[in-house]
């Protein structure tokens, strides 16, 4: 008897364990079925990024009031396929290999889109457009640049993007109750930059008798501006050809070296990839010129005035140098977000979702949320939200649905990220701040260096795209260790190891290519200048 | 007994570098710790290094509330459970007979077995077939593939090899049969290394975080690494992609709430090893004295 019973518990143990695994295994896959055939309407699928960080009780990034309400409202059954936002080229990768990838590919990195293009992963939307839309067909007739910026090198249309205002990205704030107190007026040469970081190091503009106060920051992307106030961009335009210019690498690394031997910058700035030290030097009242995203600063703004209730800051625009005066990185008004997969089941059916999602009324429910329920109409048409912390939580998680949406339609009601109404005192200095900056850094005299904005350079092929990258990253490298070396390594034998290394990577030829290219499209492309320029009103 | 001056030194420097090595795994975890409990202010200022600022639960209330983490950290049991469990049962049923000397074409068997750890198809191979399963989208592409891991197999099998046989002659003259002598000889004596291969399975198990990734599509079934790594990595990705993509910015994480994560991710781990641990060494060594 033993041996039976014995065998019989350990096989019922096995099958308990088989069952259980199989419920568990199982029951993702029903659910999803049972969402499917809604109303009888088109299936498409859509990707949307998981951030994981929508609250529990709105449910997922794939099942929530907004998907709920697309499909209800929409023309088709969308099925939304959450991709982990941080690894989303592994995932898309994997999903077009098996040919699961979502009809409507959603990603903000274009080189990618590039890549599955040149992958031919992605369906040509001519015909589609000219057919069988008419919301998306307005927007690109209204806004023709869209066009020519989702036209591939084979003369078709792949992508769609977005339409939204300029907005300021990197700023450079500096502390004006430092300059009051040292007697000092905001720099406006690079000369005056280094004469006023170098008081405000060795000054001790805090009053505290210690010398533990920085001038300025070189970390995370503090280094690209000051580049930027040196036009040290790799190609540029000169004399109408575009070029790869070595000439301005010296000064802008001699004049970022004399910052870190004369200690004015933080000696460690270059472990401090994330730029978190110098977030806090700011916000606790060690450092004078800062430069960083303006939301990076607008968030460390309110510890600094928890911390010194005294501390006045005011936005600066970037100094001149003998190469002009420029500009920081900003983000321009168009952006190519999507594509359609190749393979879509139903193409016209991806269609009207994407007629759906940028229509007007469409992109105000997102940007507004439900009348009754997340605002109220006021008489002269604004729009005013019932609760702001109920419609954060239903409302703040859905920017990526919206990826493609022309946003530019919409009025906005903050400014630099906090609402324009406001009555907090500190949130009037920074609005104060705020428009500050949007004059001084979306100015089309002072623009960015570069031909183009970094996401409109034209797509190149893969040994080119190695060549520009490698290009960037050594420079990059090779000059970081000349600003640290003293004179084991100076600024001069970078440029020769930069320079010499940009030719052993196949740079001529890159650099024959964008000459050739500029020739090609000088009148076509949607170059620097015109970004700050766009109109669509 | 006395020790010599010489020993003295010998055992101080020992000391002194397994304490410097034992600290450097363990400030992290006690900084990660004070983060999760201090205020975000301190935090921002740099005032936070190994004891909370401004102390409060804040960081780990949100974290419930604002996220699936309750879900998460259910996910990863069952994932953990059931997949050691099916792993250790698997892996048993297999090292047992492989061990036994009267067990036709055994050598055979275990040679083909060892073969295969020669290869490994790649991912979108592995992909394929969990999808021509209709593995995908469920836990079944994260437990069935790597079922019985060759390597655990092995230290398995090395030590049933070890188990003298005549206790299972004896056994056999009793009259027990082969679900008797493996269930009450050979598994009661083969503890340590049951729970050192158990350990391996299940912190594999819990810290699954690519497969996850690849094969779930339901964001309610994802587990603890996958929802922790998407609110910690945002910084790091900031760097290259906040340019092109504004929200990652906007909607990062604060970094207490971070670092109350990673406390619930590693958490049960934390409290699991120091049990097991006793047989951990055990097992480790039985493994590997006999090949």
Same mark, same amino acid.
């Given at each position: 008897?033993?041996?039976?019973?014995?065998?019989?518990?350990?096989?019922?143990?096995?099958?308990?364990?088989?069952?259980?695994?199989?419920?568990?295994?199982?029951?993702?896959?029903?659910?999803?079925?049972?969402?499917?055939?809604?109303?009888?309407?088109?299936?498409?699928?859509?990707?949307?990024?998981?951030?994981?960080?929508?609250?529990?009780?709105?449910?997922?990034?794939?099942?929530?009031?907004?998907?709920?309400?697309?499909?209800?409202?929409?023309?088709?059954?969308?099925?939304?396929?959450?991709?982990?936002?941080?690894?989303?080229?592994?995932?898309?990768?994997?999903?077009?290999?098996?040919?699961?990838?979502?009809?409507?590919?959603?990603?903000?990195?274009?080189?990618?889109?590039?890549?599955?293009?040149?992958?031919?992963?992605?369906?040509?939307?001519?015909?589609?457009?000219?057919?069988?839309?008419?919301?998306?067909?307005?927007?690109?007739?209204?806004?023709?640049?869209?066009?020519?910026?989702?036209?591939?090198?084979?003369?078709?249309?792949?992508?769609?993007?977005?339409?939204?205002?300029?907005?300021?990205?990197?700023?450079?704030?500096?502390?004006?109750?430092?300059?009051?107190?040292?007697?000092?007026?905001?720099?406006?040469?690079?000369?005056?930059?280094?004469?006023?970081?170098?008081?405000?190091?060795?000054?001790?503009?805090?009053?505290?008798?210690?010398?533990?106060?920085?001038?300025?920051?070189?970390?995370?992307?503090?280094?690209?501006?000051?580049?930027?106030?040196?036009?040290?961009?790799?190609?540029?335009?000169?004399?109408?050809?575009?070029?790869?210019?070595?000439?301005?690498?010296?000064?802008?690394?001699?004049?970022?070296?004399?910052?870190?031997?004369?200690?004015?910058?933080?000696?460690?700035?270059?472990?401090?990839?994330?730029?978190?030290?110098?977030?806090?030097?700011?916000?606790?009242?060690?450092?004078?010129?800062?430069?960083?995203?303006?939301?990076?600063?607008?968030?460390?703004?309110?510890?600094?005035?928890?911390?010194?209730?005294?501390?006045?800051?005011?936005?600066?625009?970037?100094?001149?140098?003998?190469?002009?005066?420029?500009?920081?990185?900003?983000?321009?008004?168009?952006?190519?977000?999507?594509?359609?997969?190749?393979?879509?089941?139903?193409?016209?059916?991806?269609?009207?979702?994407?007629?759906?999602?940028?229509?007007?009324?469409?992109?105000?429910?997102?940007?507004?949320?439900?009348?009754?329920?997340?605002?109220?109409?006021?008489?002269?048409?604004?729009?005013?939200?019932?609760?702001?912390?109920?419609?954060?939580?239903?409302?703040?998680?859905?920017?990526?649905?919206?990826?493609?949406?022309?946003?530019?339609?919409?009025?906005?009601?903050?400014?630099?990220?906090?609402?324009?109404?406001?009555?907090?005192?500190?949130?009037?200095?920074?609005?104060?701040?705020?428009?500050?900056?949007?004059?001084?850094?979306?100015?089309?005299?002072?623009?960015?260096?570069?031909?183009?904005?970094?996401?409109?350079?034209?797509?190149?092929?893969?040994?080119?795209?190695?060549?520009?990258?490698?290009?960037?990253?050594?420079?990059?490298?090779?000059?970081?260790?000349?600003?640290?070396?003293?004179?084991?390594?100076?600024?001069?034998?970078?440029?020769?190891?930069?320079?010499?290394?940009?030719?052993?990577?196949?740079?001529?030829?890159?650099?024959?290519?964008?000459?050739?290219?500029?020739?090609?499209?000088?009148?076509?492309?949607?170059?620097?200048?015109?970004?700050?320029?766009?109109?669509?009103? | 007994?006395?020790?010599?001056?010489?020993?003295?030194?010998?055992?101080?420097?020992? #000391?002194?570098? *397994? !304490? =410097?090595?034992?600290?450097?795994?363990?400030? &992290?975890?006690?900084?990660?710790? +004070?983060?999760?409990?201090?205020?975000?202010?301190?935090?921002?200022?740099?005032?936070?290094?190994?004891?909370?600022?401004?102390?409060?639960?804040?960081?780990?209330?949100?974290?419930?509330?604002?996220?699936?983490?309750?879900?998460?950290?259910?996910?990863?049991?069952?994932?953990?459970?059931?997949?050691?469990?099916?792993?250790?049962?698997?892996?048993?049923?297999?090292?047992?007979?492989?061990?036994?000397?009267?067990?036709?074409?055994?050598?055979?068997?275990?040679?083909?077995?060892?073969?295969?750890?020669?290869?490994?198809?790649?991912?979108?191979?592995?992909?394929?077939?969990?999808?021509?399963?209709?593995?995908?989208?469920?836990?079944?592409?994260?437990?069935?593939?790597?079922?019985?891991?060759? #390597?655990?197999? *092995? !230290? =398995?099998?090395?030590?049933?090899?070890?188990? &003298?046989?005549?206790?299972?002659? +004896?056994?056999?003259?009793?009259?027990?049969?082969?679900?008797?002598?493996?269930?009450?000889?050979?598994?009661?004596?083969?503890?340590?290394?049951?729970?050192?291969?158990?350990?391996?399975?299940?912190?594999?198990?819990?810290?699954?975080?690519?497969?996850?990734?690849?094969?779930?599509?339901?964001?309610?079934?994802?587990?603890?690494?996958?929802?922790?790594?998407?609110?910690?990595?945002?910084?790091?990705?900031?760097?290259?992609?906040?340019?092109?993509?504004?929200?990652?910015?906007?909607?990062?994480?604060?970094?207490?709430?971070?670092?109350?994560?990673?406390?619930?991710?590693?958490?049960?781990?934390?409290?699991?090893?120091?049990?097991?641990?006793?047989?951990?060494?055990?097992?480790?060594?039985?493994?590997?004295?006999?090949?």
């Amino acid at each position: 008897m033993g041996k039976k019973s014995w065998g019989k518990k350990a096989a019922g143990g096995f099958a308990a364990v088989m069952a259980l695994s199989m419920v568990l295994g199982g029951c993702g896959t029903n659910n999803k079925q049972n969402a499917e055939g809604e109303g009888g309407k088109k299936e498409v699928s859509v990707s949307i990024y998981d951030r994981g960080q929508i609250p529990k009780e709105e449910g997922t990034y794939a099942d929530n009031r907004w998907t709920r309400w697309i499909n209800g409202n929409g023309p088709v059954n969308a099925k939304f396929i959450p991709i982990p936002r941080n690894e989303s080229q592994q995932k898309y990768s994997m999903l077009f290999a098996s040919g699961d990838a979502p009809d409507l590919v959603l990603e903000y990195d274009t080189d990618f889109l590039n890549s599955l293009w040149a992958q031919k992963q992605l369906l040509p939307l001519d015909d589609l457009i000219a057919n069988n839309s008419t919301e998306y067909k307005a927007l690109l007739e209204k806004v023709p640049a869209l066009r020519t910026l989702g036209t591939k090198p084979d003369g078709k249309l792949y992508l769609i993007g977005m339409v939204t205002k300029p907005e300021v990205l990197g700023a450079m704030v500096i502390r004006q109750d430092w300059l009051d107190k040292l007697g000092l007026e905001v720099p406006q040469t690079i000369d005056e930059l280094y004469a006023v970081a170098d008081a405000f190091a060795n000054q001790d503009p805090d009053g505290n008798g210690v010398k533990d106060t920085y001038g300025i920051n070189l970390s995370q992307f503090a280094t690209y501006y000051i580049d930027a106030m040196f036009q040290n961009e790799m190609f540029i335009v000169e004399n109408d050809q575009l070029v790869r210019q070595f000439d301005r690498i010296k000064p802008a690394y001699d004049f970022k070296k004399k910052l870190f031997e004369g200690g004015i910058v933080d000696k460690d700035f270059l472990s401090d990839k994330n730029g978190q030290k110098a977030e806090q030097d700011f916000a606790s009242g060690k450092l004078g010129i800062y430069l960083a995203y303006s939301t990076v600063i607008s968030k460390n703004f309110d510890t600094l005035k928890s911390t010194d209730p005294n501390a006045k800051v005011t936005a600066m625009a970037f100094p001149e140098t003998q190469f002009g005066r420029f500009g920081p990185d900003f983000n321009p008004a168009l952006q190519m977000t999507g594509a359609v997969n190749a393979n879509a089941k139903d193409p016209e059916a991806v269609m009207q979702y994407i007629d759906f999602m940028v229509t007007p009324s469409t992109v105000e429910t997102f940007a507004y949320g439900i009348e009754g329920e997340n605002y109220t109409k006021e008489s002269d048409g604004t729009f005013k939200p019932i609760d702001e912390a109920t419609n954060e939580t239903q409302m703040g998680y859905t920017n990526d649905y919206r990826m493609f949406m022309p946003k530019y339609i919409l009025d906005t009601n903050t400014i630099g990220g906090r609402p324009a109404d406001s009555t907090d005192p500190i949130d009037r200095e920074w609005i104060a701040i705020a428009e500050q900056m949007d004059k001084l850094y979306l100015d089309p005299e002072h623009p960015h260096p570069g031909f183009t904005h970094a996401k409109f350079r034209p797509s190149l092929d893969k040994a080119m795209t190695t060549t520009f990258n490698d290009g960037w990253n050594t420079m990059n490298d090779t000059m970081a260790k000349s600003i640290v070396s003293g004179d084991a390594y100076t600024v001069d034998q970078g440029v020769e190891d930069v320079k010499k290394s940009w030719y052993a990577s196949g740079g001529q030829a890159l650099e024959d290519w964008y000459k050739q290219w500029y020739q090609d499209n000088k009148d076509s492309w949607i170059f620097m200048k015109e970004l700050y320029t766009m109109k669509f009103e | 007994m006395k020790s010599t001056s010489g020993e003295k030194v010998f055992y101080g420097v020992n #000391y002194f570098i *397994l !304490v =410097l090595a034992a600290l450097s795994c363990l400030l &992290p975890i006690v900084h990660i710790l +004070a983060l999760s409990l201090s205020g975000n202010e301190a935090i921002t200022l740099g005032k936070v290094s190994l004891w909370p600022q401004d102390f409060t639960w804040t960081a780990y209330s949100k974290l419930i509330e604002d996220t699936n983490i309750v879900g998460a950290f259910r996910n990863s049991v069952v994932i953990t459970l059931v997949g050691t469990g099916l792993n250790m049962a698997f892996t048993i049923l297999a090292a047992y007979p492989l061990s036994r000397k009267h067990f036709y074409a055994r050598r055979f068997l275990t040679l083909a077995i060892v073969f295969t750890m020669l290869f490994t198809a790649g991912l979108i191979p592995n992909y394929l077939l969990a999808k021509s399963l209709g593995l995908v989208g469920n836990y079944g592409a994260l437990w069935l593939p790597g079922l019985v891991s060759v #390597y655990n197999l *092995l !230290v =398995l099998r090395s030590f049933f090899e070890n188990i &003298p046989e005549e206790l299972e002659d +004896a056994a056999r003259i009793d009259g027990s049969g082969e679900w008797r002598i493996i269930l009450q000889i050979v598994l009661p004596l083969s503890i340590p290394v049951i729970a050192t291969i158990a350990l391996f399975y299940g912190v594999a198990h819990w810290n699954s975080f690519f497969n996850v990734l690849i094969y779930i599509n339901d964001p309610e079934r994802f587990n603890l690494s996958v929802l922790v790594q998407n609110m910690i990595q945002s910084q790091s990705l900031m760097s290259e992609l906040a340019m092109l993509d504004p929200d990652a910015f906007r909607k990062l994480a604060p970094e207490s709430i971070r670092s109350a994560g990673i406390i619930v991710m590693i958490l049960p781990m934390l409290l699991v090893y120091p049990f097991l641990q006793k047989y951990f060494v055990k097992g480790m060594l039985i493994g590997s004295v006999k090949g």
